[in-house]
Nanobody, 124 residues
Framework: QVQLVESGGGLVQPGGSLRLSCAAS????????IGWFRQAPGKEREGVSC????????YYADSVKGRFTISRDNAKNTVYLQMNSLKPEDTAVYYC?????????????????WGQGTQVTVSS
């Protein structure tokens, strides 16, 4: 059974950091492009970052470029999203997604498999 499980969310003050994890089971992440998405209340789901299955190429939304870093550890079948310099506008439920392709981009419709999400709240 294909499953993605996110963890690492929580409450953090502005300027703080969090590292989200996306653990896969039932399939090997090596051959999947992985994306991180987020959805704030009343807003559409938006792509945050993605990483290719081949050479590890990474892509970021302009809103997080320079602050967030996506990485993958194929040995642990896990993808991470390191989030630094967090802002209140980063508050959202964060989802990871997987697609059996090289690069899937930042469009949610490109991904076949989704996790349940983890809440990130940035507030003082």
């Amino acid at each position: 059974q294909v499953q993605l499980v996110e963890s690492g969310g929580g409450l953090v003050q502005p300027g703080g950091s969090l590292r989200l994890s996306c653990a896969a089971s039932g399939f090997t992440l090596d051959y999947y492009a992985i994306g991180w998405f987020r959805q704030a209340p009343g807003k559409e789901r938006e792509g945050v970052s993605c990483i290719s299955s081949s050479d590890g190429s990474t892509y970021y939304a302009d809103s997080v470029k320079g602050r967030f870093t996506i990485s993958r550890d194929n040995a642990k079948n896990t993808v991470y999203l390191q989030m630094n310099s967090l802002k209140p506008e980063d508050t959202a439920v964060y989802y990871c997604a997987a697609d059996p392709t090289v690069v899937a981009g930042l469009h949610s419709s490109s991904y076949d498999y989704w996790g349940q999400g983890t809440q990130v709240t940035v507030s003082s």
